[in-house]
């Protein structure tokens, strides 16, 4: 469940539920009732405050399987790449940096593409 999994990445993170509460801005009793399960319905707002906060990204937070199909495996030229940031020093919580370039060299393709 969804409370369980936010209960024990907050317990691994080293929060006690008053820090994650304060972290978030949601209320203490509130996140108790949802790490209990007796809140199973959380809005996507709320979940995306606690995902934020424990720095973990949404799909992690609520556990959502991937189906094997739609996720073919990883070629070794990506399994390589990844091991070189591991060993560049690049702390996994920076990975998400990337993210901009990226999006320029998403950017630069379209634009390349549409003088074409």
């Known amino acids: 469940m969804i409370g369980q999994n936010i209960s024990s990445i907050r317990k691994q993170r080293g929060y006690t ?3 994650l509460s304060e972290r ?3 209320s203490k009793s509130y996140l108790s009732n949802i790490e209990r399960n007796l809140k199973q319905n959380p ?10 906060v424990l720095k973990v990204d949404l799909k992690t937070l609520l556990k959502i399987a991937v189906d094997v199909d739609t996720n073919p495996q990883l070629d070794q030229e990506w399994i390589d790449f990844v091991f070189y940031l591991k060993q560049s020093g690049i702390a996994k919580e920076r990975i998400h940096e990337f993210k901009i370039l ?3 060299m998403k950017w630069h393709d379209d634009k390349t593409m549409n003088k074409q």
């Open 17 to 19: 539920l008053s820090e």
């Open 43 to 52: 809005s996507i707002h709320v979940m995306e405050r606690i995902a934020l």
């Open 24 to 26: 978030t801005g949601i």
């Open 102 to 104: 990226i999006d320029f």
